[in-house]
Antibody
Framework: QVQLQQWGAGLLKPSETLSLTCAVY????????WTWIRQPPGKGLEWIGD???????NYNASLQGRVTVSVDTSKNQFSLKLTSVTAADTAVYYC??????????????????WGQGTLVTVSS | QSVLTQSPSMSGTPGQRVTISCSGS????????VNWYQQLPGKAPKLLIF???QRPSGVPDRFSGSKSGTSASLAVSGLQSEDEADYYC???????????FGGGTKLTVL
């Protein structure tokens, strides 16, 4: 059974860089979109971006320019960096394994499983 | 403001059948498949339904998904206290070229 375990700093000051890593255990790394999703306190889910196992990245346009997702296939790990954080970036950050494929004009994309989540608080 | 629209809250009594709705557009729900996630209090979301109406292994058949046009629904039959959670719909959006989520529906079991 695939499990994702994530870690990283939980308290940042404004303008600092958020850095999280997610390790994948018990399953193949190839063929999936390794994804970051966040959830501000009391709010809904927001897709941040993902990286295909081969290294191709996709990012939420609202975060473009500040976000980088990278992968280390030798360790079955992937990472998130978000620069110049503000209080608006305070959220629980989740890593997840994404499945995505499109055929006959219809795209299928789901996330399973998810990491345990990391609360990142941005405060001066 | 979420791309997909869900009612913020719903409630039901044990044993009842409830339906949670999710409204989108031609660029997401109408064109692509819908997924549903269950988030228990203080926990990470868990995949409940994928590809409109398919259940991952281990998800009880009390949960079912359906879709029509630009709307999708999650039905929970035989409601149990352990079903009290937040439920999120999600789909790929062709215009945004990104996955999008609903704002979530908090289901309370009275």
């Amino acid at each position: 059974q695939v499990q994702l375990q994530q870690w990283g700093a939980g308290l940042l000051k404004p303008s600092e860089t958020l850095s999280l890593t997610c390790a994948v255990y018990g399953g193949p790394f190839s063929g999936y979109y390794w994804t970051w999703i966040r959830q501000p306190p009391g709010k809904g889910l927001e897709w941040i971006g993902d990286i295909y196992y081969s290294g191709t990245t996709n990012y939420n346009a609202s975060l473009q320019g500040r976000v980088t997702v990278s992968v280390d296939t030798s360790k079955n790990q992937f990472s998130l960096k978000l620069t110049s954080v503000t209080a608006a970036d305070t959220a629980v950050y989740y890593c997840a394994r994404g499945v995505r494929y499109c055929s006959n004009g219809r795209c299928r994309n789901w996330f399973d499983p998810w990491g345990q989540g990391t609360l990142v608080t941005v405060s001066s | 403001q979420s791309v997909l629209t869900q009612s913020p809250s719903m409630s039901g009594t044990p044993g009842q059948r409830v339906t949670i709705s999710c409204s989108g557009s031609i660029s997401n729900i109408a064109s692509n498949t819908v997924n549903w996630y269950q988030q228990l209090p203080g926990k990470a979301p868990k995949l409940l339904i994928f590809n409109d109406d398919q259940r991952p292994s281990g998800v009880p058949d009390r949960f079912s998904g359906s879709k029509s046009g630009t709307s999708a629904s999650l039905a929970v039959s035989g409601l149990q206290s352990e079903d009290e959670a937040d439920y999120y719909c999600a789909a790929w959006d062709d215009s945004l070229t990104a996955p999008v989520f609903g704002g979530g529906t908090k289901l309370t079991v009275l």
